[in-house]
């Protein structure tokens, strides 16, 4: 695991090991935050839980290729059967790296039920393979797409 390009934790797993599981601790701030596999296995890494300040934890997954992206951000705090917040998440910002230079359409979903649909939809531009965007205030969760125009 890398923070702003420097080597803060290595983890190696057993031959037979599955899964596994770690944290890191990152300074208040921008970073770039990296998960690098140098072995000769395959790995699929479920999820990224960011835990931001004013108490949210942000879950991130999602999928990304060249030219697309699809994302989902989801409050850990505000889903069934946990506690649940009462506050929506503000001011979040992103930036996706290796995406292809050029003009995207940044599309936001509703996701809950019966309210679903496109909230906002803007272009966002990449420079030099990053793409970085800002999300809407939001409670519960949204999905994120971005297509090259």
């Given at each position: 695991m890398f923070v702003d390009d420097e080597k803060i934790k290595t983890i190696e797993l057993e031959e037979d090991q599955r899964c596994g599981w770690d944290t890191i601790s990152v300074p208040a701030g921008q970073h770039r935050i990296q998960v690098k596999n140098s072995g000769a296995d395959w790995v699929e890494i479920k999820f990224y839980e960011f835990t931001a300040c004013q108490h949210h934890a942000v879950k991130v997954q999602g999928l990304a290729g060249?030219?697309?992206a699809y994302l989902w951000f989801s409050d850990v705090g505000n889903q069934v059967h946990r506690e649940t917040t009462t506050d929506p998440i503000n001011f979040l910002s992103a930036t996706l790296h290796d995406l292809q230079d050029g003009a995207?359409?940044?599309?936001v979903y509703?996701?809950?039920?019966?309210?679903?649909?496109?909230?906002?939809?803007?272009a966002v531009e990449?420079?030099?393979?990053?793409l970085?965007?800002?999300l809407p205030s939001f409670m519960h969760d949204i999905a994120v797409k971005f297509k090259i125009l």
């Open positions: 060249l030219t697309r995207y359409l940044m599309e509703n996701t809950k039920p019966g309210a679903g649909g496109v909230i906002q939809e803007n990449c420079v030099n393979g990053k970085a965007f800002e």
